[in-house]
């Protein structure tokens, strides 16, 4: 996305914006930023990801809930899924024990991990049937943070969802071994398994974990040409790129190198693009990225510094890229959403005055 010219600002304006500032988030001219949605109750706080399922906003709250699963304030377990209408009324929640950082539409139904860093747990929430059976827990099979040397276990949790041709696609977050999956194709169903400390197997929900390319893959680097050995460290966020943005990636998977200042694409290969604050040229890391599907669509931004969820309204194109920032260089940048140009990996300002911004989503 090109923006204005007189709206880029210097690293140094943008990284003094005050909290005073943050009351009134900034975004160009041509468009219109305004809240879209809050939390339902006082006890929900801490929005993170959000999806949409049937022309619906899903929000996941995750309530102080520690990244292993570890209680929030008075010792609550859960966080809260938020089932908003197209006018950001709450209509519906669910409780879901643990961390859930990341949810994702499948059809009718909605798909959430919980536990970033371990202790791990996939749900399956159908709204439309009866409310008993609204909600479905899997257990990873195998727990990525179990002990051994394959692939799939990663010493980590699950993190972000894409859904690709029915495949279910979750990034293997928070690893602490290195050579092994970056992202888990997972299937969801029962079967025979033996518990910890049991003496024989019992049927579960078992969430089927299996491998796609390695943290220390072989990939093509974007910009130069070059062939480079990958090192990812924080597989974070992943989106797929819309085939009907005619963006050089459409179709593609991608996964954030959160912590890493790089995108991994996987269409034709691999490719890396690294990432790059413009107005300086220094390297950046994002939170989460999304490209425009088609022309004129809506973003919904979530900030949880703000517990706000905004509507972004404007002459969005089909193929614009943004990302909500997470540094620049050693700096915090969660104030800010970015325009993204994935053929530099440069990033520029584009809404600014946010607290702390996370997950994004571009709805017709």
Do not use: C
């Not at 290969?269 to 088609?294: I, N, Q």
């Amino acid at each position: 996305m090109k923006l204005p010219q007189p709206f880029l600002l210097s690293a140094v304006m943008l990284l003094g914006i005050t909290a005073s500032a943050h009351a009134a988030p900034v975004a160009p001219s041509a468009f219109t930023i305004s809240p879209f949605a809050s939390a339902p109750s006082h006890s929900v706080f801490g929005p993170d990801d959000i999806t949409s399922v049937d022309g619906n906003v899903y929000v996941a709250w995750q309530n102080g809930i520690g990244p292993k699963g570890q209680a929030g304030p008075h010792h609550n377990l859960f966080s809260t899924v938020v089932k908003y209408s197209h006018t950001g009324r709450a209509v519906a929640h669910w409780s879901l024990q643990g961390h859930v950082d990341g949810i994702a539409g499948d059809g009718h139904r909605l798909i959430a991990t919980a536990n970033e860093d371990g202790n791990a747990l996939v749900y399956v929430v159908k709204p439309t049937v009866a409310k008993k059976k609204q909600i479905t827990q899997y257990i990873p099979y195998p727990a990525p943070d179990a002990k051994g040397s394959g692939a799939l276990l990663t010493g980590g949790g699950l993190d972000s969802i894409t859904v690709v041709g029915g495949k279910i696609l979750v990034s293997a977050s928070a690893p602490t071994r290195s050579g092994r999956t970056a992202t888990f194709v997972v299937t969801l169903g029962a079967r025979k398994v033996k518990p910890a400390g049991a003496g024989k197997k019992v049927r579960t929900n078992v969430a089927l974990l299996a491998k796609t390319f390695s943290d220390r893959g072989t990939a093509t680097d974007a910009v130069s040409g070059n062939k480079v050995t990958l090192h990812l460290t924080d597989p974070d966020s992943n989106a797929l790129v819309p085939i009907s943005s005619g963006d050089a990636y459409a179709g593609d998977y991608v996964l954030n190198d959160q912590a890493g200042d790089e995108l991994i694409f996987s269409g034709h290969g691999l490719m890396r693009l690294g990432l790059s604050w413009g107005p300086t040229g220094v390297k950046a890391g994002v939170d989460d990225v999304r490209w425009a599907p088609s022309d004129h669509t809506t973003l919904y931004a979530v900030d949880s510094g703000a517990n706000t969820i905004y509507k972004v309204t404007g002459p969005f194109a089909a193929g614009d890229a943004l990302a909500s920032m997470d540094s620049i260089g050693s700096a915090s940048a969660g104030s800010t959403i970015a325009s993204l140009n994935d053929g530099s990996g440069e990033l520029d300002p584009f809404i600014t005055g946010l607290k702390a911004v996370k997950g994004l989503l571009f709805m017709p």
